[in-house]
């Protein structure tokens, strides 16, 4: 029998689609604006940077589960956040939160299982089921889910920025309670927060599960809030026993985030002070992006949170991307996330501050 490609088997990679309109968009006179991938531009605070040199000289294999510093850091990092005991949670370093999610399927032995994803949704959640071997399945109404073994939800929702409440997040436990399944949060835009209204709720929070955190994992990535994409740092917070299960085929399978960035996680994760000033960063340049793109024509739905602006000029989502790319910005179209974003666009918050003031001046234009 002739072996048949797991690739074949995937949906095709969705950024291969722009070449077109990325070219287009880079001839423009004054430069592409590129505002298609949630990629940091801005810089890594000191006191990583030097946490990392400081520890580059280590020549011993680092721990998969993480230092004792690591793992107190991301603790006391998620106590902040959600307000559940650092005790009642198990947690587990991961070499950056795409990884993991691609991963975490397999590793929880989902093959021929149902794995429910988001109607909208971040492209790896059904890439990470097909991986596994199990059936991805698009629903946002937990009564619906029936006997699902697992399901992804994302709040605040990469790419529409939509807040799930703390009754939203209870149905999802609730169901996962009933029906003995998992439950893994993305919760890598938690802190960029826009709407007093609509405060995004970690699934950890014991408003949400009654300080019982059976079969919940919580999934946080220091890529956004902290700028470190390129140091591919994330975690995972939750279920002490799955944690556990995770941390056992994640040491068979070498997958260990390296020992300098260890190091560097641990500033991070104690440094509320620069994630701050990154959110206001990003609120500066949303305000700006918000008002030209509305003057522009557009309609923003949702993007109560996270980095992006979801936006829509009631048209094919391809036809908006080429209206962009003529006027030299990037965006990623809207059926990159499923057959409900065919009308939209996502417009990332991620250009410096001269790339945003260029792509406000070439709106009004």
């Known amino acids: 029998m002739a072996r048949q490609p797991l690739g074949n088997t995937l949906p095709d990679f969705p950024w291969n689609s722009l070449a077109d309109a990325k070219k287009k968009a ?14 940091p531009v801005d810089p890594v605070a000191p006191g990583v940077q030097l946490a990392l040199a400081s520890n580059a000289e280590a020549p011993g294999y680092p721990t998969t589960a993480g230092t004792a510093a690591l793992q107190d850091a991301i603790r006391g990092n998620v106590h902040r956040r959600t307000n559940v005991e650092p005790e009642a949670i198990g947690v587990l370093p991961v070499i950056g ?5 691609a991963w975490l399927p397999t590793l929880l032995g989902m093959r021929g299982e149902r794995v429910i994803i988001p109607s909208v949704a971040y492209p790896t959640y059904e890439v990470g089921a097909l ?3 199990a059936t991805p399945e698009r629903n946002d109404d937990p009564a619906a889910f029936g006997d699902a073994a697992m399901a992804f939800v994302n709040s605040p929702s990469n790419p529409t920025g939509n807040v799930l409440s703390v009754e939203e997040l209870r149905d999802v436990v609730a169901w996962a309670r009933e029906n003995d399944a998992i439950v893994a949060s993305d919760e890598c835009y938690l802190a960029l927060a826009w709407d007093d209204d609509k405060k995004p709720v970690s699934i950890l929070d014991p408003r949400v599960n009654d300080g019982d955190t059976t079969g919940l994992i919580a999934m946080h990535s220091l890529s956004k809030s902290h700028n470190l994409a390129s140091y591919r740092t994330g975690f995972f917070a939750g279920d002490p026993k799955l944690i556990a299960e995770l941390l056992e085929l994640r040491k068979h399978a070498g997958l260990i985030v390296p020992g300098p960035i260890q190091a560097a996680m641990v500033e991070a994760l104690n440094d509320d002070d620069s994630e701050s000033l ?3 960063r990003y609120a500066a340049r949303r305000a700006k992006l918000l008002r030209a793109l509305t003057e ?6 949702h993007s109560e949170a996270s980095m992006y602006l979801w936006a829509t000029r009631d048209e094919d989502c391809r036809t908006t991307v080429d209206w962009l790319a003529e006027r030299g910005i990037l965006v990623a179209p809207g059926d990159f996330y499923g057959p409900t974003g065919q009308k939209f666009v996502r417009i990332g918050l991620n250009g410096t501050d001269e790339r945003i003031d260029a792509a406000v001046a070439r709106l009004a234009q």
């Open 26 to 39: 880079q001839s423009h006179p004054d430069g592409i604006v590129d505002l298609s991938v949630g990629n």
């Open 97 to 101: 939160l795409k990884e993991a999610i």
């Open 131 to 133: 991986i596994a071997g």
């Open 278 to 280: 990154q959110v206001r």
């Open 296 to 301: 522009a024509g557009f309609r923003i739905e």
